[in-house]
């Protein structure tokens, strides 16, 4: 049983597995997301590069983003024999480019169609198969709708639902303004657990304290942090003890961040530069004094040669660490 009390979401070109490592120094209990992954990239593209993670990743959640019943069968099978623990299809991209696919959040006018994909999914692995999609699309965004979508979906015999709580606008606004313009309406989230009582429903969409969070899980089962957690990801320090009542992690930022050593001294042993993990660091010291400098030291010598965590540890000492 997968615990989803927290989740991280699955945001493209941010939540990769350097991402998601740093992560689980500040959560071991959160599920984690990659990022969307289309079937195919996995069926006709380097397979390993998009599935390989590690194990300190779990508990981890594949998203896969398709239309084809038979493909996402076939990748949902990948992921359950590459060992992650839940395969996720998306139904709430809004960009033009997966559009022009029938990815992401177009499918909401298909209901039947993301029925099927997912009934495919299940049937094709043991693992958890779910979904995370809208509350609506355009001008289909009412309650009534998005409570139709969630009926005839629900057939797949999927039972999670993660729902981003704004609609998409699928002309005229970018992704980053589809996640800022259309206006939260967690109501709606509210309602669909009270009307489909079996099933998990999960909300996502503009959430970034803690405080928030108590009051949200009293309405819904589970919630899913995006922005927040990329550009402060020191919330995450308190996710272990707040809602699974473990500790597991280190209490403070600096030790956190000095465990994720090991795995920054093998990635530039192969060669690779910092950058590609220390991108993810930037915003873990938001609001402390310091930080401006912190992050200026990093993006001005991470992507020298020879950096490695001894550039994070110069870094540090200009927080007075």
């Known amino acids: 049983m997968i615990d989803r009390t927290f989740c991280t979401a699955p945001m493209m070109d941010w939540s990769d ?3 998601r490592i740093f992560w689980r120094q500040l959560t071991q209990q959160a599920l984690l997301y990659t990022e969307m992954v289309t079937t195919g990239a996995l069926i006709h593209g380097q397979r ?4 390989q993670y590690s194990g300190v990743e779990h508990p981890i959640a594949l998203q896969l983003g398709g239309s084809n019943p038979d493909e996402l069968a076939q990748c949902a099978k990948f992921a359950e024999d590459w060992g992650y623990d839940e395969v996720n299809l998306n139904v709430g991209c809004p960009s033009d480019r997966v559009q ?6 177009c499918l909401m006018a298909h209901p039947e169609l993301v029925r099927d994909c997912l009934k495919a999914m299940r049937d094709a692995t043991s693992i958890d198969v779910t979904v995370k999609h809208r509350i609506g699309i355009d001008d289909a965004d009412s309650y009534g709708q998005l409570c139709d979508f969630v009926g ?5 015999g999927v039972t999670t639902f993660i729902v981003h709580a704004r609609k998409a606008i699928l002309q005229g606004l970018s992704p980053k ?5 259309p206006p939260l309406r967690y109501e709606d989230v509210f309602r669909l657990k009270r009307d489909f009582p079996s099933l998990e429903i999960i909300i996502n969409g503009g959430i970034s304290s803690h405080e928030q969070i108590t009051g949200l899980l009293k309405s819904v089962d ?12 020191g919330i995450l320090l308190e996710v272990d003890q707040r809602y699974y009542g473990v500790t597991g992690c280190d209490s403070d930022k600096v030790s956190a961040l000095r465990g994720l050593y090991p795995y920054i001294d093998e990635h530039v ?18 609001g402390q004094a310091g930080a401006r400098q912190f992050r200026r030291y990093l993006s001005e010598n991470a992507h020298k040669a020879g950096s490695g965590s001894h550039t994070i540890e110069e870094a540090l000492a200009k927080l007075g660490q």
Do not use: D, Q
């Open 177 to 181: 303004e589809n996640r800022e313009i």
């Open 100 to 105: 022009n696919n029938m990815i992401g959040a």
């Open 269 to 286: 042993a192969k060669g690779a530069p910092l950058n590609h993990i220390s991108r993810h660091l930037l915003g873990l010291f938001n």
């Open 152 to 156: 005839t979906v629900a057939g797949s």
């Open 48 to 51: 390993e590069r998009f599935l």
């Open 17 to 19: 597995r350097h991402c």
């Open 222 to 233: 589970g919630v899913m942090l995006g922005r927040e957690a990329y550009h402060n990801p």
